[in-house]
């Protein structure tokens, strides 16, 4: 069984953030490290392989300034190999755009039973390139799994909603996108980091995928603004009397979450 995991290299979320203010994108210019939301779709597929008894995990990225370090993390966890998709051109890419990259990435890899992305990126997401992918590339797509099982030339997903989950089997080849807590992600060991150095990464520019107009040029969004997040309000503290419990559920019903 082969599954491909698409990874996203982000800034490191524990650092601050910066934006570019001629285009509102976020600054991407130094190091990026693995999403941790792609950390759960690259251990689910590496369970989902050693389930099936055989197979491989690759990897499919789309970053600036030829950056492998967040996909060195997820070859140490265990993958065998990527392409990354790294090309000045292709700066100011829309979500479609970068849905475009990604899929034509994964049929340069010759497809996969399973193609697994994360719901949604932790940095500027808009949570809809998987579902992009997958009416690229023709194929069905479950979204939300939180549990994942093959069965033959099938998959079995708990697919999370709003009252609890609902039970969805698909035929393979699909398009997962998890949900974070799908499963715990391994820390890479020490083989696995040193192993991860030498796993092929096969670095590639639009052109080589034939996609164009790429960037700006072929960008159908746009942003239009950015506003700074209201800063959180002081909470209300309630000094206990000995009654003090009486106005915290007051105030939770008042609130309609009791
Ligand atoms: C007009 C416009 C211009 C933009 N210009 C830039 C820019 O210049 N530079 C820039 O960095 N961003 C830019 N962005 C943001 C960029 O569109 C998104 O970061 C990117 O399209 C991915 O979408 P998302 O994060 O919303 O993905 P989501 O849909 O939230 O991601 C879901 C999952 O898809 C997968 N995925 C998403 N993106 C990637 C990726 N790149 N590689 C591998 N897997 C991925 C991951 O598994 C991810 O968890 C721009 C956006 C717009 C609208």
Redesign the pocket.
Known sequence: MNVI?????IPDPALPGAL?PA?N??K?DGKLIL?E??SY?VEMALQLVDAAGGGEVSL?????NGEVSGMRTALAMGAARGVLVSDPA??????L???K??AAAVRRLGGADLV???????????????EQ?AELLGLPSVTFAKKVAVEGTSVKVQRQTEEGYDEVTCTLPALL?VTAGVVEPRYPSFKGIMAAKSKPIDEVKAADLGISPV??AG?G???ASVTQAEARAAGEIIEDDGEGFTKIVAYLENLKVI
């Open positions: 995991v698409c990874v996203k290299q570019d285009t994108t976020l991407r999403d939301s792609d779709g499919v990225s789309m970053a600036p292709l700066q100011g890419s829309d979500a755009t970068t849905a990259v990604l697994i992305a994360a719901t949604e990126s932790s940095d500027g997401y808009t949570g809809t390139v998987p992918m996108s960037g700006w960008a969004q746009q942003i």
